[in-house]
């Protein structure tokens, strides 16, 4: 079975690069890293993958706020070719600062403030996946992972139209950041962008779950990539 090539896009102070990589490539891709620098001087490796992320972390220092400036930066550098990569139907996923990123840049809606309860948080949530269009949940269950942000407040000004159209792809079980409809992730309208705020990436082998060695297992965020990789391959 082909691999399909997966590119996890970095920008200056991104640190989730490397844990996206290894997620995909157990998911069965062949991912690469390449930064907005790379794509600058050659932007084929984009052109050439099958599958996006857009990966979390700091970038720019979170200066003008999270994920403003990798927005500029993907949109002058990329942002066309991006559009063009949704619309040939490859998968595409922001994860964190990533997600901020893909809000900002006009590729998903709403917009994400700061936490409700004013500080950083870095914590274990559940994430329940919602009946919605996007690839990426398709049929998956319940994911535990890690949030990490001080800007993870998911808002919209109509959440019940964007869950008509099916763009809700996951809710926190127990809403730590004061999200509107405890939204986690969301899908563009056609599925295959998704964005959400925690870190799949960072439980994708059981080891990985805190209460692991206590004999408590929770859901693998390495079926969502899964669910990803599958749809790559089959575009």
């Not at 995909?24 to 599958?51: F, K, N, R, V, Y």
């Not at 993870?152 to 792809?169: C, F, K, M």
Request: aromatic letters at 6%.
């Amino acid at each position: 079975m082909s691999r399909p090539r997966a590119l996890v896009l970095q920008a200056p102070g991104t640190n989730r690069d490397h844990d996206a990589v290894f997620a995909l490539e157990l998911a069965g891709a062949d991912a690469h890293i390449a930064s907005l620098l790379d794509l600058t001087e050659d932007a084929s490796p984009l052109d050439t993958a099958q599958l996006l992320v857009v990966a979390g972390g700091f970038s720019h220092a979170d200066a003008l706020g999270a994920g403003r400036m990798f927005a500029v930066s993907l949109e002058h550098v990329v942002g066309e070719r991006v559009r063009d990569f949704v619309a040939a139907g490859r998968p595409v996923i922001g994860i964190c600062n990533g997600f901020q990123t893909l809000v900002r840049a006009g590729l998903l809606p709403g917009a994400l403030g700061h936490n409700a309860s004013g500080d950083f948080q870095c914590e274990w949530v559940t994430l329940e996946p919602q009946a919605s269009v996007c690839v990426w949940t398709l049929d998956i269950e319940p994911i535990d992972c890690p949030i990490a942000h001080g800007e993870g407040r998911y808002v919209h000004p109509d959440i019940t139209s964007l869950e008509a159209a099916g763009q809700v792809a996951l809710r926190y079980r127990d809403n730590p950041n004061g999200s509107t409809g405890d939204i986690a992730g969301v899908c563009d309208p056609t599925g295959v962008v998704l964005g959400l705020m925690p870190h799949p990436e960072n439980h994708v082998i059981a080891r990985q779950y805190p209460l692991h060695t206590r004999g408590q297992h929770g859901g693998l965020g390495l079926q969502l990539f899964r669910r990803g990789v599958d749809h790559a391959r089959a575009v």
